[in-house]
């Protein structure tokens, strides 16, 4: 069983909630905001749990980053909300939607224009008259040293911009490895010292020996006092993941460790116990990690990012892309903050940072700055203070301060009763609508004491699987590796609807496909060839059949997963298996982020799931952790077997990030298929909709039958208001998926 103690933040993409740093959709104001400053009540919002960093290039979980990037900063683009990325907002971009014209307003003009050789060029125009939160203009040059921080090769957050074909980028990237990486690849006894000092490589080694070793030992003296070893590095390694020949030493452990993460000791970190190597290590040593060293050719500038003019440039990339004008939505943060402008000069290929050296960018990760309609005051006692920017272009907000107070999801409703926060986003089920309406003399969602708003949610539950440890044998794509997943899957999706229902009512709904029901990509019931998810046994017949009784659905999907436990390998006698082929268990676990308390939607159908795979002598044990974080270190880590969790999406449904081989998030699945990867090379290089939509469709019946993920609900987003104390006459309008409360904060206005 894993059980890991850990220390490390919360993942990109925090799994849980949202994949980060796909896209934007905010920063400014949908109108022109307020003609004078705000009132002086400040506006209290029940928060979870903030990570605290606050940087537009890094932050990771989605609390730090709606901070960070929907009010202290501003997006060179955004969508409407229907989902439609803006080109020309720079006057105000007019839309209808449900009946309604709206305005909106962007900081750019985009002309994309498709070239004779098969190149795109985006015409990048701003406007004149935009200013930081500290009085400094916003002109191009803060927009290209943005994304020459997204491109630099020691950039290790979570943007995806350098993945886009644009001119030069392969060539501005290569020849680069970290220092840690390199002094890691030489040894101890290296005499070399072309790129690096003999001090800076006995600064190194040092700190594996000592600190190093310390980091692992604490993973060795947390597996003892849990009884999985008894102070044998080599047993304790082997159940913290990692395998080491007889007699290795904690330093031999820690090696191992940085050699699977290539030596990029922040992410070695999430392999920490009670030791972390962000506070032992020394300073200078930590830095090795994020320094790039050039050993190969290495151009430097990326040709398709040219200047034109104080406000405007040309991004030019080597073949269309449907992505890229969502990670054009990129924050503008300014230069003279996160760089130097002594050290930018287009003309001479300097972009206001060295090459290779992002350290001064990292330095400001806890205290943002940016343009957009509040200023990060501070964070302090687990409350992160927000003040009106006087200088936001659009007009000042409604509210002169904003204070993100973290809270506990039990206590968010009650703290909108209580007067302790006036905006809330608690998870909604039966029993939050039950809650909200009695606090309500109407009883109902809307009324004298809470006013509710719920949009649909911009992302979708899911059950997932790793394949490389979930699999029969050595090969996780192999038929049998599938049979077993779809053994697992298939036991598991039956009690979907029941539970579901029961946890959310009308709030959420079953879905077969991975992927958001908001995107325009996603299957429909009414298409021919809609299919529910693991609904077919082995040899392709459908399990159920209309008419059946839940009782029978259920063991109608159990002796399906026999037909594809014993087609994986396993020994069937009686109904029971008996024996598991070699690569396999008769046992795995899943781990589900319940609180300790089982206060999660999928919870009650891996418990019913467990119960019946009990019957055919299968066990899936339940890991419900009261801390999340051990979720997200262990699926970093490559560990977890099976685990519930949530994706959030974009406005275009790309599914690069998470399925493709070189995506960010591609180690949770661990597919790795060429099919794939082409697949969705395709569709994301076609301008055609229809196709594109096709063409994710077969992706989709790809991943279902890889059977590493189990698609389990859409379910709807909930924000709750204090009636009393929120002018609710200004709280945002048709919200949608793509343009919520924080879309249109800086409009709000208290009593």
Known sequence: MKKKKVVALVLAAAMALSMVGCGSKGGD????????????????????????????????????????????????????RAGQYILDGIDGYKEDYNGTEYTYYTPSKI?????????????????DDIKFSDGEPVTIDDVIFNMYVYSDPTYDGPSAFASLPIEGMEDYRNGVSTLSSLIAAAGKDNTDFTYWTEEQQKAFWDACAKEGAAFTQSIVDYMVENGVAEGDVKAAAAGWGFDLADGATTEDFFMAIGEQYGWNFSSMDKEAASVTIADSFPADVLAMSTTGVETGESADHIAGIVKTGDYSMTLTLTEFSAPAIERLALPIAPMHYYGDKAQYDYDNNKFGFPKNDLSMVREKTTKPLGAGPFTFKEYSNKVAYLEANENFYLGAPGVAEIQFKETQEADKVPAIVQGTADIAEPSFSKATSEQISSENSEND?????????????LGYGYIGMCSLNVKVGNDPSSEQSKDLRKAIATVIAAYRDVVIDSYYGEAAE????????????????SDPDYAIAFSKDVDGNEIYSDGMSDDEKYDAALQAALGYFEAAGYTVEDGKLTAAPAGAKLSYEAMIPGMGSGDHPSFGILTAASEAFAKIGFELTINDLSDSSVLWDTLSAQKAEIWCAAWGATADPDMYQVYHSEGGSAYQYAIYSEELDKLIEDARASADQAYRKATYKECLDFIVDYAVEIPIYQRQNCVTYATQRVNTDTIVKDATPFYDIFDDLANLQMR
């Not at 969602?445 to 949610?457: F, H, K, N, P």
């Open 445 to 457: 969602l809307v009324g004298d004491t809470i006013t509710t708003q719920l949009t649909d949610y």
């Open 111 to 127: 002309d994309i224009n498709e070239n004779e050789d098969g190149t795109v060029t985006y015409d990048i125009t701003l406007r």
């Open 510 to 525: 079953v879905i077969n496909y991975p992927i958001s029901n908001s995107s325009w990509a996603a299957p429909q019931k």
């Open 29 to 80: 104001s949908a109108s022109k905001g307020g003609d004078t400053k705000g009132s002086d009540t400040p506006l209290v919002i029940a928060w979870d749990a903030m990570s605290q960093k606050f940087s537009p290039f890094f932050a990771e979980s989605v609390p730090d980053s709606y901070i960070e990037e929907k009010l202290v900063n501003i997006t060179l683009t955004r969508t409407t």
